[in-house]
């Protein structure tokens, strides 16, 4: 029997307390491409990462076998010297460099001690060759587009005589003509008899490349596939199939009248062109809870930020808010009429972390506690206390620098700042990430006591059963529109998977 | 909210078991370590000074010397911190001064303005180079180390240009003042001797003969000093009955909202110390000459900021966008305006140091401000202001300038090498930044 190019035994891997992978089997073959699928957070990076040496060995249970040999990563060096080159979402080019620099970085041919430019010149042309890339050694990085520039990374990996690839959402950023590019490219070196690992959203590129695929949920492995063997529908319920447990506090509502409308929005990238909100369309009633569902990459972060005015003005499109139409090109604007957006990733976009609670607390709201500029303290002292009252944020003092705050009362910390510009539409960009359940669920009692106060409230996240859970109705973005609506009763993961992945197209619009 | 009453509650209470009173003196040390390590730092390095020049330097004369020098720079690092707060870095203060104290002393001399209309159009311009220079770090998105770079190449080159190279002075009485002079006394007056037929008695080197007269008797003392400056006393009496009714103040509204206070024992002797220290800076200059003018500046100026920094939406601000910029622009706050206001102020700040350096030495030369830049950073810096942005106080600020100025005055004093003072004054800085970077550690 041929053994495996790679093979990875019950491995297992905990941050703090929570279990990201345990006991996940996973095997690729000699010359395949072997396609990795599973929603976000179900532990496809974290094994890729155990591959490429970044948690080295000992820091995860189980075993890793390369061409059969057991082997003990102490970093990415060890790993990259059996063979082993992996190629990330976000590239790592060094982008003020030449094309030739890069795909010798850190392998650079010698002669005594300089650069051996000549030799370098002439690998890299035979190698750009070999990716199909008709540019010139010499150029620079930043002079190419996103698609040669994933190529390059490509060449990077030839040039280090990598015999295992793995490509993490390559295609992500991509037009579909580079897209189908790369495809060729991946099918081409398989032929060559290297081997792949790929890993994909779109999974129409699944099943169009990859001979076997390994599905991922929840930290574990569900089932190793020929891909021929399986549809997307199969696929779809693999990656998903759960049961939604109750943590959700349901209160039935009427809806309201239309109070926030988007027309027609489109965003362009700015250094890139490529359209990240592509003309997206809905309406927002009175006390309504509306989920936008997606993969990562999906455009849901561009699209809120772009309506809450983070974009400035390269927005396209109309906002009505009770009618009114909106001329929002700051976040200034957004706030001032009435807009709120609790952003991800509260440490870096929503909190000052220097501060305490008390200053994050009235920092967008702090004219409406001052006189002729001057903060009243007392004021200060009062509104704050009523939000930590009110959202019992758990804290020694409203004086507690919010650096020292557990995630959930951070997360508090924020939508207490929020609900002191008193808005009337409240956006939510995944607003549980990474806080524990007690806390997930008291933010979602806090956002039903909103809704009944006739916020509406627009909330983005990854986790399925959360949208499934929390809204009243769903928006399902794919690649910059809106591929599909959905109420919550007709909802099912299933089914915002398929939108989510493309495999349903917004045609099929039920409501 | 009960939880966080009762712990409160627990330190009010003053009948306190001897650990415990120990306890909290170590918890509050350690909470304000940066502004204690500084103070420290200023009382060792006096100490040290004392006892090498035989405590020349701690007399009154040697010390309103320090004040007056240590002025431009306090006024300076004033500024220099709230750019840095807001995560910014300015290193063109000292040709800015230097051009505007040069400005000012063309205006006198060439075009004899006179003082009140040269110091308005001095700040004047301040403020529009900092305007120039918020521009293009605000709206061009270059950074601030590059813009002030530059300008303080190209204010160097204007000094030279708008002076010709030459030394201009002097200055018109009323300006030199503000570099110069002291608040003057209600009781005693400062007059020549006249003799009985009204001539004005000269020494032997032929200048008149100075002393004081009192107001409740006409009697005349030869010296060149009153004994006191009773409108300083006076002065350093208001200034301590307000910093302690504002501590009281202060106190009774945090027991009122619930918050953690110092127990009335500890507090009673910060109090003390504080007061003292107050009186002390304010008598040791009521025995010289007065508090000069351009001390007196700098503590209002220092009061002004203070306040601020503290209690205004835009101190909030600034220390919001030097923390976390990202989310300071996504909580709504205009950025681009509050970095253009921050150069307005330093610009402005600028020029009062450069009317200042220019009154004190009665003339601008071309190498004047020379460095200052790097005097403001470094006193910003061991007055714990972050390099990061979000943290620092004018307070410590102020006190930086005078650890700055000690060193030099007290280097001079011992007649030290040029040399060996820039190096201990360079190796203080690293140390400073050294024992912030050590004991921020250890908290956290």
């Keep these: ?511 | 909210m009960n939880l966080l009453k009762q712990s409160s509650v627990e330190n009010l209470n003053s009948d306190l078991k001897k650990s415990e009173f120990w306890e909290i003196i170590l918890f509050s040390f350690k909470k304000n370590i940066r502004q204690y390590t500084m103070l420290i730092a200023l009382f060792v390095i006096w100490l040290v000074f004392t006892f090498l020049t035989g405590s020349l330097f701690l007399s009154p004369r040697n010390l309103s010397n320090l004040f007056l020098q240590s002025s431009t720079v306090g006024v300076l690092a004033i500024g220099m911190t709230m750019i840095l707060v807001a995560g910014h870095l300015d290193l063109s203060v000292g040709s800015v001064a230097g051009f505007i104290g040069a400005a000012a002393a063309i205006l006198q001399v060439n075009y004899n303005w006179p003082a009140v209309p040269t110091i308005l159009t001095a700040l004047a311009l301040g403020a529009l180079i900092g305007v120039w220079q918020g521009y293009w770090v605000a709206y061009r998105k270059i950074p601030a180390f590059i813009v002030t770079l530059a300008s303080m190449i190209a204010f160097r080159g204007a000094i030279l240009g708008i002076t010709d190279g030459r030394t201009i002075g002097p200055m018109s009485d009323s300006f030199k003042l503000i570099g110069q002079g002291y608040l003057p006394s209600i009781i005693f007056s400062q007059v020549t001797q006249i003799d009985s037929s009204g001539k004005i008695v000269l020494d032997e080197l032929g200048n008149p003969v100075l002393g004081f007269t009192s107001l409740f008797s006409n009697s005349f003392t030869i010296g060149e000093q009153p004994p006191f400056n009773d409108l300083t006393i006076l002065l350093s009496f208001i200034c301590i009955s307000a910093f302690i009714m504002m501590r009281i103040k202060k106190r009774n509204a945090r027991i009122k909202y619930g918050f953690t206070v110092l127990p009335k024992s500890l507090e009673f002797v910060s109090i003390v110390l504080f007061s003292i220290s107050i009186a002390a800076f304010f008598l040791v200059m009521a025995f010289y000459m007065g508090i000069p003018y351009a001390v007196l500046l700098v503590f209002i100026l220092g009061i002004i900021f203070h306040i601020v920094t503290n209690n205004t939406i835009f101190g909030r601000h600034l220390y919001a966008m030097g923390g976390n910029l990202e989310a300071a622009k996504l909580s709504g706050i205009n950025i681009k305006k509050r970095t253009l206001s921050v150069f307005i102020l330093m610009g402005t700040l600028a020029a009062v140091a450069g009317i200042i350096l220019t009154a004190r030495l009665n003339a601008a030369t071309t190498s004047a401000g020379q460095n200052f830049e790097l005097d403001a950073i470094s006193a910003a810096i061991i007055g714990g202001t972050s390099t990061m942005g979000g943290v620092g106080t004018i307070f410590g600020a102020i006190i930086g300038a005078l650890v700055m100025a000690s060193l030099d005055n007290g280097m001079s004093l011992m007649n030290i090498e040029v040399t060996w003072q820039y190096i201990v004054k360079g190796s203080i800085l690293l140390l400073a930044v050294w024992v912030d970077i050590a004991t921020r550690k250890k908290n956290e």
């Design chain 1, 1 to 511: 029997m041929i053994c495996s190019a790679l093979e990875m035994k019950n491995i297992g891997k905990k941050f703090g307390v929570v279990q990201a992978l345990s006991s996940v089997n996973f095997s690729v073959k000699k010359g395949e491409i072997h396609a990795l699928c599973g929603e976000n957070g179900a532990g496809k990076s974290t094994l890729m990462k155990i591959v490429s040496g970044l948690y080295p060995s000992g820091s995860f249970e189980g075993e890793l076998f390369v061409d059969g040999v057991l082997q003990s990563f102490k970093g990415t060096r060890d790993s990259e010297n059996a063979g082993i080159s992996i190629i990330y979402q976000e590239l790592a080019l060094v982008k003020e460099m030449t094309v030739c620099e890069n795909i010798f970085l850190g392998h650079e041919y010698t002669k005594n001690i300089f650069i051996d430019w000549e030799k370098s010149y002439c690998q890299a042309k035979k190698i750009l060759e070999e990716v199909n890339l008709k540019i010139n050694p010499t150029d620079k990085v930043s002079q190419l587009g996103i698609g040669e520039q994933q190529l390059v990374e490509i060449a990077k990996a030839i040039a280090k005589n990598a015999n295992i690839l793995i490509l993490d959402e390559p295609t992500a950023a991509l037009t579909e003509k580079e897209a189908d590019n790369l495809l060729e490219i991946i099918k081409e070196l398989r032929n060559k008899g290297k081997t792949c690992i790929y890993i994909s959203h779109r999974l129409k590129e699944v099943f169009k490349i990859s001979d076997r695929v390994t599905i991922l949920r929840d930290g574990k492995t569900v089932v190793t596939n020929k891909t021929i063997e399986i549809n997307e529908d199969k696929l779809i319920a693999k990656m998903v199939g759960r049961e939604l447990t109750q943590i959700y506090p349901r209160i039935e509502k009427k809806l309201g009248s239309p109070i926030f409308v988007v027309k027609n929005w489109t965003v362009e990238n700015p250094n890139t062109g490529q359209k990240v909100v592509n003309n997206v369309n809905f309406v927002l009633h009175q006390g309504e809870i509306l989920g936008i569902a997606g993969l990562m990459g999906a455009g849901r972060t561009e699209l809120v930020m772009s309506l809450f005015g983070a974009w400035g003005k390269v927005t396209n499109g109309e906002i009505y808010l009770n009618g009114k139409k909106l001329q929002i090109v700051s976040e200034k604007d957004a706030i001032q009429e009435g807009i709120a957006l609790v952003s991800e990733d509260r440490k870096r976009y929503g909190l000052i972390l220097g501060m305490d609670i008390k200053e994050n607390t009235t920092l967008s709201s702090i004219e409406k506690i001052s006189n002729f500029g001057i903060v009243n303290e007392n004021k200060e002292i009062s509104a704050s206390y009523k939000y930590v009252n009110e959202l019992r944020i758990k804290a020694k003092s409203i004086e507690e620098k919010t650096g020292n705050l557990s995630g959930g009362n951070q997360q508090k910390v924020v939508l207490s700042k929020w609900l002191m510009t008193h808005p009337k539409v409240l956006i939510l960009d995944e607003p549980t990430r990474g806080i524990d359940v007690g806390a997930k669920f008291e933010i979602y009692k806090i956002m039903n006591e909103l809704v009944e106060k006739g916020v509406c409230v627009l909330m983005i996240s990854s986790e399925l059963q959360e949208v499934l859970g929390v809204s009243d109705r769903i928006l399902i973005m794919h690649e910059g529109s809106i591929a599909g609506e959905i109420l919550y009763k007709n909802a099912s993961q299933e089914k915002i998977m398929q939108y989510a992945t493309g495999y349903l197209k917004g045609e099929n619009l039920i409501l």
